[in-house]
């Protein structure tokens, strides 16, 4: 038989009540693996979810809180106990995790990254992206997405993963954080020229200071109707992009339209996913007196103003 003044403590327990009405901004209470919900007094009252011991203990003697799961959950002060309980019982919060999507990355590199992870087949993210299989929040001319799928370190909750969704994301994400930037456009250039430049740049130039003047180079040399000679872009099309024999090969391909040494132009596309530093540099060229330029093998640039600079530059640092 329970103690008179236990059963008279009961019945003053009003477990509908909200405990702090003021409170309701949601926040997240952890459960830890193997938790009960009597254990987890203190941290309930520390969190300002339940008022008192006494009152929590007197709580659990009227309902059964055997169901509190491990994982995290979104509660708010002003629950009132049942709420509480209801809520630690119910399903976790999905677990998310963080997702990078390198600077320079391809979509055949984001596309592989995600399938080892195993959160999709292989080539799931990649159809998406090269058909533009999506909602597009932008006019984008380019054949497919690349160059636009902005790199970041995304949330992404593993067991329910959406190619989709991540592509729709990064979109989004590239229109707040450049696009959005520019709402009068870009002077003489259009949105496709500046994301192909700015992917070149991207892998041209590891330095983001230098990349205005790499830029500028660039832009010089297609507006007076020289080939580019830009390497990277042979690169693109290879299943590894540090293919040396396949590079080699590639480089010798007048009919591959990625080649820029032996053919006029821009590629047909972004060879990557460029920062907003290169981008910013795409759009932005630094004018100089140089139509050439190579890097040592520390990655110091050194331009020339001529062909025979040029030369000299690649017997010097021993570049070809």
């Known amino acids: 038989m329970r103690p008179w003044f236990l059963l008279a ?14 409170d309701a901004e949601p926040r997240v209470f952890i459960v830890p693996k193997g938790a009960t919900a009597s254990g987890l007094a203190d941290e309930l009252i520390e969190a300002g979810l339940v008022s008192s011991p006494w009152q929590y203990k007197l709580f659990l003697r009227q309902r059964d809180a055997g169901c509190v799961k491990a994982g995290r959950h979104e509660v708010s002060g002003s629950m009132s106990l049942n709420q509480l309980i209801d809520a630690l019982c119910g399903p976790p919060m999905p677990e998310d995790v963080p997702f990078a999507v390198v600077e320079g990355w391809r979509i055949s590199d ?3 990254a995600i399938a080892e992870k195993g959160w999709a087949a292989a080539g799931a993210y990649e159809a998406l992206a090269t058909s533009k299989g999506v909602s597009l929040p932008f006019e984008i001319t380019s054949p497919t997405l690349e160059g636009y799928l902005y790199p970041e370190t995304y949330m992404v909750v593993p067991d329910r993963f959406d190619p989709k969704q991540l592509i729709e994301r990064q979109l989004a994400t590239f229109q707040e954080r450049f696009l959005s930037k520019h709402p009068e456009g870009f002077g003489d250039k259009d949105l496709h020229q500046v994301v192909v430049v700015a992917s070149m740049l991207e892998r041209e130039e590891p330095k983001i200071e230098n990349r205005p003047l790499v830029s500028g180079i660039i832009w010089k040399r297609l507006t007076n109707n020289w080939q580019l000679g830009i390497d990277a872009t042979s690169h693109y099309k290879l299943a590894i992009w540090d293919d040396r024999p396949g590079l080699l090969a590639a480089l010798k391909d007048a009919n591959d339209p990625y080649n820029t040494r032996l053919r006029q132009g821009l590629p047909p596309g972004a060879i990557g996913n460029p920062s907003v530093s290169s981008l910013e540099a795409a759009m932005k060229p630094q004018a100089s007196e140089f139509w050439f330029y190579l890097h040592d093998g520390q990655g110091n640039i050194h331009p020339a103003v001529d062909a025979a600079g040029h030369d000299a530059n690649r017997a010097q640092f021993g570049v070809y």
């Open 9 to 22: 403590l009961t019945g003053c327990v009003n477990a509908d009540a909200p405990i702090n009405p003021s």
């Open 110 to 112: 984001i596309d592989k």
